[in-house]
Structures are given as structure tokens and as C-alpha cells.
């Protein structure tokens, strides 16, 4: 499949392991969370290197799997059945919505 960009997949990797590596949260995550689970009277960094290589590997899991999901769903809705089905499932909840603000008393 071509890519809109021109990029290549090692790119699009490149950039996301940056991003992911430079995010505050999962900075704040490690330095929150990591530490509760060392042992003091073990050595740290094998343990901290385990423990971070145990979840970027979950992670990554994570990511393949939404991955997959998102190409069948992409494959889902591309179906003009599919966009009628979600368009009434859309508008009946608009219309639910405000049903249930007209019938609100305060």
C-alpha cells in the first residue's frame, strides 16, 4: 500500500519511538511507577531494565493489535452500508439527546 506522505515504515517507526520516548507522561510513568516494584536489596539497573523492556514490549503488543483493529474498521466503514448504518446510529443519538434536554426540569 502506498504511503500519502512518501514516507517509509522505518520512518514512521522513527518517529513514533521519538515521540513516545519524549512524551512527559510516559516519563512520569516510569519515574512514578517503576520504582515501587525495585527490590533495594537486588541490583537496580537489571531490574529497571527489565521491568522497562517487559512493558515497551506490552506496548508494543498494545500498538499492533489497535493497528490491526483500526485496518478492519478502515475496511469496515468504507462500505457505503456501513457510513448509512453509523449516520442513523448518529442521528438517533442527536435526536435522543436533545429529547432528553427538552424533557429536563430543573
Request: a positive charge.
Amino acid at each position: 500500500m502506498a504511503r500519502m506522505d512518501g514516507a517509509s515504515g522505518r520512518t514512521h517507526c522513527l518517529r513514533a519511538f521519538v515521540v513516545t520516548a519524549t512524551n512527559p507522561k510516559s516519563i512520569a510513568f516510569f519515574c512514578a511507577f517503576l520504582p515501587q516494584f525495585i527490590s533495594h536489596s537486588a541490583p537496580v539497573l537489571p531490574q529497571i531494565f527489565l521491568l522497562g523492556l517487559t512493558f515497551v514490549s506490552l506496548a508494543v503488543v498494545n500498538a499492533a493489535l489497535y493497528a490491526l483493529l483500526a485496518v478492519r474498521a478502515r475496511q469496515f466503514v468504507a462500505s457505503p452500508r456501513a457510513m448509512t448504518m453509523v449516520n442513523r446510529a448518529g442521528g438517533t443519538a442527536l435526536i435522543g439527546a436533545g429529547l432528553i434536554t427538552a424533557a429536563l426540569r430543573r
